[in-house]
């Protein structure tokens, strides 16, 4: 099996004999998501290479996404704080869902990566990201009066499907969702 990197490169590079291939939706967005951030670093002053780029470079870049965010984050003075419908519109910011972060880190890990970057070296992988989306993740939960709870797998059982090929089963099917 072919690594994300080669799998990422293949759909980059194709022979004049055989039609281009087009990239699936993910590998269009996570391209698109590496552009951006590229570009994010051109436009620092000074300048900012990929090869100095920090885990500090990709914070200041998730907190300038949330001026083109479309959730609803309410602030602790407000009344609907702690919420999840509430009934009159407020002032309160629209920021990035932590769900939209927390895969825009995932495709802009790979593409590092991808692009030469060392497992080591990844910006993306720091704790500090971590830990950033960690408490994106509370404090949105806690605006919307929704605690966040990991999802526990379930336990395998021989009644579960014994001795069956696991294969053809959805990979939702192994999380419970009380």
């Not at 702690?82 to 009159?88: K, L, S």
Request: proline share 9%.
């Amino acid at each position: 099996m072919s690594s994300p990197r080669e799998r990422g490169k293949s759909l980059m590079e194709s022979s004049g004999s055989e039609p281009p291939v087009t990239p699936s939706r993910y590998e269009s967005q996570k391209r698109r998501d590496w552009n951006t951030f590229g570009q994010y670093l051109k436009n620092q002053r000074p300048p900012v290479p990929m090869s100095h780029c920090s885990c500090n470079h990709v914070l200041d870049f998730l907190r300038y996404l949330d001026q083109f965010g479309k959730t609803k984050v309410h602030v602790p003075g407000c009344m609907f704080y702690g919420q999840p419908e509430p009934p009159a519109p407020c002032t309160c910011p629209l920021r990035q869902a932590w769900g939209s972060l927390d895969a825009l880190i995932g495709r802009l890990r790979a593409a590092y990566e991808e692009n030469g970057g060392s497992p080591e070296t990844n910006p993306f992988a720091s704790g500090a990201i971590r830990v950033y989306l960690r408490e994106v993740r509370e404090c949105q939960a806690k605006a919307r009066g929704i605690p966040y709870k990991k999802k526990k797998k379930k336990k395998r059982t021989s009644e579960m499907g014994g001795g069956r090929d696991d294969s053809s089963s959805s990979s939702s099917s192994s999380f419970s969702f009380s």
